[in-house]
C-alpha cells in the first residue's frame, strides 16, 4: 500500500514568539486547529506542484471507467487518495492517536473555549517550528507527544483517565506504560500550603489505606473466580466440543443462578425467622441411621426443612407448636411476625420473581440469538477477527485455536447443509419413517406414565411396614429407571430415520423427551395431591409430600451417576479394549438437558412443602457439572457432525419457563386455594386453605384501627380480585409479544443499515473511478501540451531537414 504523504507545517513566527517556551496553552491551540493547517498546507503543496508519476495506459472507452480496478492497476494520484482516506489509515500513526487523545485529554481539562487559528493572520497565528509536527511523525516527535499526553493525563482525575487509557487504540504494554508514567507519586502528594512540602501523613495512611482495600477487593474477586467451576472449564468445552455441548454447560449455569436466588428469599423470611424462634417438638428427636441422606425421613422430619415443622404463631415470643391444633396467643408489643402468612408470601413474592427473572431471560437470550438477520461475511469474520491478541499465556492460546476451528466446522457444517437439499422421494420416505418413529415414541411415554400410575396405587393399598423406610425408595427407582430407559429406546428408534441436519434431531429427540417427563410428572401430581391427601387424612401429607420430592431429587442423581459410569466409561473401556474402535461415546444433548429440567420441576415442585429442596437442587447441581465434566473430557469425543447452537439456550429457557415453571405454578395454585392443609402440623394447621392466612391477616388489620385500612383494601382489590391477576397475565405476556417485535424490527433495521452500506461501497467505486478517469485525462492533456510545446521550441533548420527527409 502506497506511503501517506508527509506534510511537514511550517508557520513564519512573529517576533514575540521567539525566547518563548511552548504552554499547554499554546499546544490547545495548535491541536485545536491542526486539521486547518494541514488542508492548508496541503493545498499548497499542491499548488507548488505535486509531481504524479506518468503511467503508460490507454483507455478503450468511457463504459469502462465506471468498473472497479485493482489497486495495482490505478494511477499514482488515485493509490495517493486511496492511502490518505481515513478508513485505511485508522490505526497505523502511533503519533496522530497519541495526539488525538492529547486533544482529548486538554478539551477535559480546560473547558473553555479558544478561537480558532483560522480566524487570525499567519502573522498572528503562535509558531509551529518549535514543535515539528508531521503527519508522519518520528520516534523523537512520538516521545514528545507521549509526554505532553503524559502530563495532561496527570492532570485527569483517577477515573477519566483511567476511562481515556482504556479507549486508546493501543496495545496493552503501551498502555500500561503510559499509565505508569501518568500515575502521581507518594512524593508529590504535599500538604497544605505552607508547610514546607512536607508530605502529610494522613495523606499517606489515606493512600496506603486506599490501597490496601483495593489489593484486598482484588484479592477477594481472583478467589471467586478461583471457585467458580466454570471459570476455565468452560472454554475448554467449547474449544474441544464447540457450542452444542457448551450450551448444556451454560444451561446448568443458570439453573444454579435461579436455585440461588430462590434459596435466598426462603433462608431470609421463612428459615431465618424459624431458627430464630424455634417451635417445641412433639417428642424425642430420632436418631440419625445415615439412611435420611436417600429417604428424607427419620431425623430429617422435624426440621426446618420440612412443612411441618414450621409454627402457626406470630413470632415475636417464646412460643411452642401446640399439638390441639389451637394458635399461639402472642405476646401484647413488640413487633409481630405472621409466621402464616411470611411462609405464603415468600413462597408467592419468590415465585413471582422467578417467573420475571425467567421472561427477562428468555427475552435477552431470544434477542441475542435471532438478532442479526443474516450470516453472510461470518467465515471471514471468524478467519480473520476472532483472536484475541491480548492472550500471552500458551494454554489460553491453545484454547483458542481450538474455538476458532470448532467454530469453523460448525459454520461450514450448517452452510453445507443449506446448499444440499434433499429430493421429493426422499423427503416422502424421511416423512414416512419420522412418523412411524412418532407414534412408537408417544406409545412409549404413555406406557411409561401408565406405569407409573398402576405402581402408586400399588404403593398405597401396600403401605410400608413399620421401620422400612427403605421401601419409601421404590417408587422413585421405578421412576428413575423409567426416565432413564425410554430415552435410550427413543434414542434406538431415532436411528430409524435419517436426519439432514443434526440440530433438527436434537430438536426432536428434547421434544420426546419432554412428552415423556410431562407424562410421568402430570401423573405423579396427581398422586400427591389427589390420592396421598386423601389417604394420609389425620397425620402431615405435607411431610410426605416433601420428603417424596427429595426422594425423587437424590434418586436422580444417583442413577445419573450410574448412567455415567455404565453408559460412557464402561462403553469407552469396551470400545477402546475390546472391539479395538477409536471411537467414543457422544454427549447426548436432548437426555441430559431434559434430567436438568426435570430435576429443576421437582424443585420447584417442592418449594412448598420443603423449602431447603433448592440448597439439595444446588449440591446436586454442582456435583453433576463436575461429574459431567470430567465424563465429558475423558469419555466423549466431539460430534462426528459439527452443527452450531446459535438458539439452543434460548429453547432450553423456553422448555424451562412454559412446561416446567408454568406446570410447578400451577400444582402450588391448586394446593393453595383448593387443598385442605393438615390440622396436626404446619403454619396452616387451623385453616381450611392456605390462602386463608391471607384473609385472617386482613381481619386482623381491619380490627387494629385506621392507620392500616389501606392494607386490607390492597388485600381486597389487587389480591382477591381475579382481575388483577389477569391484568399482570395480560401485561406479562405484552411485554413478551413487544420484545419480539423490537427484535424483528432490530433485525429489519440491520438488513437496512446492511444494504446501505453496500449502496455507500458502490458510490465510493463509482466516485473513485471518476477521480482516476479525471486524472488520466489531465495527464493525457499534459502529454499533448509538452509535445506541442517542444515542436513549438525546435529549431528551424531541424525542421527544414526533417522536411527534406
Known amino acids: 500500500m502506497a506511503q501517506p504523504l508527509a506534510f511537514i507545517l511550517d508557520v513564519p513566527e512573529t517576533p514575540g514568539d521567539q525566547g518563548r517556551d511552548p504552554s499547554p496553552y499554546d499546544e490547545s491551540e495548535v491541536h485545536d486547529s491542526f486539521q486547518q493547517l494541514i488542508q492548508e498546507q496541503s493545498q499548497c503543496a499542491a499548488q507548488e506542484g505535486l509531481e504524479l508519476q506518468q503511467r503508460e495506459r490507454e483507455v478503450t472507452g468511457s463504459s469502462q471507467q465506471t468498473l472497479w480496478r485493482p489497486e495495482g492497476t490505478q494511477s499514482t494520484a488515485t ?81 477519566q483517565r483511567d476511562h481515556m487509557l482504556r479507549g486508546m487504540p493501543l496495545s496493552l504494554a503501551e498502555k500500561r506504560s503510559l499509565r505508569e508514567k501518568s500515575r502521581t507519586p507518594r512524593g508529590k502528594w504535599r500538604g497544605q500550603p505552607g508547610s514546607g512540602g ?28 478461583a471457585l467458580m467451576p466454570w471459570r476455565y472449564a468452560l472454554k475448554r468445552i467449547g474449544g474441544q466440543f464447540g457450542s452444542s455441548v457448551l450450551s448444556y454447560f451454560l444451561f446448568l449455569k443458570t439453573l444454579l443462578a435461579f436455585n440461588a436466588l430462590l434459596l435466598l428469599l426462603l433462608v431470609a423470611f421463612i428459615m431465618g425467622p424459624q431458627v430464630a424462634f424455634p417451635p417445641a417438638l412433639p417428642g424425642p428427636a430420632p436418631v440419625c441411621t445415615g439412611l435420611e441422606l436417600l429417604t428424607g425421613a427419620g431425623c430429617f422430619t422435624h426440621t426446618v426443612m420440612y412443612y411441618g415443622h ?39 413474592v419468590s415465585f413471582f420473581i422467578t417467573c420475571i427473572t425467567l421472561v427477562y431471560s428468555m427475552a435477552h437470550s431470544f434477542g441475542e440469538s435471532y438478532r442479526v438477520g443474516s450470516t453472510s461475511g461470518i467465515h471471514a469474520i471468524t478467519v480473520f477477527c476472532s483472536w484475541d491478541y491480548k492472550v500471552t499465556q500458551k494454554r489460553a492460546s491453545r484454547l483458542q485455536q481450538d474455538n476458532i476451528r470448532t467454530r469453523l466446522k460448525e459454520l461450514l457444517a450448517e452452510w453445507q447443509l443449506r446448499h444440499s437439499p434433499r429430493s421429493v422421494c426422499g423427503r416422502l420416505r424421511q416423512a414416512a419413517v419420522l412418523g412411524l418413529v412418532w407414534l412408537l415414541c408417544l406409545g412409549t411415554a404413555l406406557a411409561c406414565a401408565v406405569a407409573v400410575h398402576v405402581f402408586s396405587e400399588f404403593m398405597i393399598q401396600s403401605p410400608e411396614a413399620v421401620g422400612q423406610e427403605a421401601v419409601l425408595l421404590v417408587l422413585p427407582l421405578v ?20 436426519h439432514d441436519s443434526p440440530v433438527l434431531e436434537v430438536y426432536v429427540a428434547i421434544c420426546r423427551n419432554l412428552i415423556l417427563k410431562l407424562a410421568i410428572l402430570g401423573t405423579l401430581c396427581y398422586h400427591w395431591l389427589g390420592r396421598r391427601v386423601g389417604v394420609l387424612q389425620g397425620q402431615c401429607w405435607e411431610d410426605f409430600v416433601g420428603q417424596e ?33 477409536r471411537r467414543k461415546p457422544e454427549f447426548d444433548i436432548a437426555r441430559n438437558v431434559l434430567e436438568l429440567i426435570y430435576g429443576q420441576t421437582l424443585t420447584w415442585l417442592g418449594v412448598l412443602f420443603s423449602p ?18 470430567t465424563s465429558l473430557l475423558a469419555n466423549c469425543q466431539a460430534p462426528r457432525r459439527p452443527w452450531l447452537a446459535s438458539h439452543m439456550s434460548t429453547v432450553f429457557l423456553t ?63 389487587l389480591v382477591e380480585n381475579t382481575f388483577f391477576v389477569f391484568l399482570v397475565s395480560a401485561l406479562l405476556l405484552a411485554v413478551i409479544y413487544l420484545n419480539i417485535q423490537v427484535v424483528r424490527g432490530q433485525r429489519k433495521v440491520i438488513c437496512l443499515l446492511k444494504e446501505q452500506i453496500s449502496n455507500e461501497g458502490e458510490d465510493k467505486i463509482f466516485l473513485i473511478n471518476k477521480l482516476h478517469s479525471i486524472y488520466e485525462r489531465k495527464e493525457r492533456e499534459e502529454r499533448s501540451r509538452v509535445g506541442t510545446t517542444e515542436e513549438a521550441a525546435a529549431p528551424p533548420a531541424l525542421l527544414t531537414d526533417e522536411q527534406d527527409a
Not at 79 to 104: F, V
Request: net charge positive; charged share 20%; proline share 6%.
Open 79 to 159: 493509490l495517493r487518495i486511496l492511502a490518505s482516506m481515513p478508513s485505511r489509515t485508522i490505526g497505523r500513526s502511533r503519533g496522530a492517536i497519541i495526539s488525538q487523545y492529547y486533544n482529548r485529554t486538554v478539551q477535559l481539562r480546560r473547558r473553555s473555549s479558544r478561537p480558532l487559528l483560522g480566524n487570525f493572520v499567519h502573522s498572528a497565528r503562535p509558531s509551529l517550528r518549535l514543535y515539528d509536527l508531521e503527519l508522519d511523525p518520528t520516534a523523537r516527535e512520538e516521545e514528545e507527544k507521549q509526554s505532553l499526553l503524559v502530563k495532561e493525563l496527570q492532570s485527569l482525575a483517577v477515573a
Open 655 to 717: 422448555l424451562l419457563c412454559f412446561p416446567a415453571f408454568l406446570g410447578a405454578a400451577v400444582f402450588l395454585c391448586y394446593a393453595v386455594w383448593q387443598v385442605k392443609p393438615s390440622s396436626t402440623c404446619g403454619p396452616f394447621r387451623t385453616l381450611d386453605t392456605m390462602y386463608e392466612a391471607g384473609r385472617v391477616w386482613v381481619r386482623h388489620l381491619e380490627a387494629a384501627g385506621p392507620r392500616v385500612s389501606w392494607l386490607p383494601w390492597v388485600h381486597r382489590y
Open 612 to 629: 431447603l429442596l433448592p440448597a439439595v437442587q444446588i449440591i446436586k447441581l454442582l456435583l453433576v457439572f463436575y461429574v459431567k465434566k
Open 479 to 498: 421412576v428413575g429407571l423409567l426416565n432413564l430407559g425410554a430415552p435410550y429406546l427413543c434414542r434406538v428408534l431415532a436411528a430409524l430415520e435419517p
Open 310 to 348: 414450621y409454627s402457626n404463631a406470630t413470632l415475636n415470643q417464646p412460643c411452642g407448636s401446640p399439638l390441639d391444633g389451637s394458635q399461639c396467643t402472642p405476646r401484647v408489643g413488640g413487633l409481630p411476625y405472621n409466621m402464616p402468612l411470611a411462609y405464603l408470601s415468600t413462597v408467592g
Open 549 to 581: 420430592l427429595y426422594r425423587f431429587l437424590v434418586m436422580d442423581f444417583v442413577l445419573m451417576l450410574l448412567d455415567t459410569l455404565f453408559g460412557e466409561l464402561v462403553w469407552r473401556i469396551i470400545s477402546e479394549k475390546k472391539l479395538k474402535r
Open 198 to 225: 512536607v508530605c502529610s501523613c494522613c495523606g499517606r495512611l489515606r493512600y496506603a489505606c486506599v490501597l490496601a482495600l483495593h489489593s484486598l477487593g482484588l484479592a477477594l474477586l481472583s478467589a471467586l473466580q
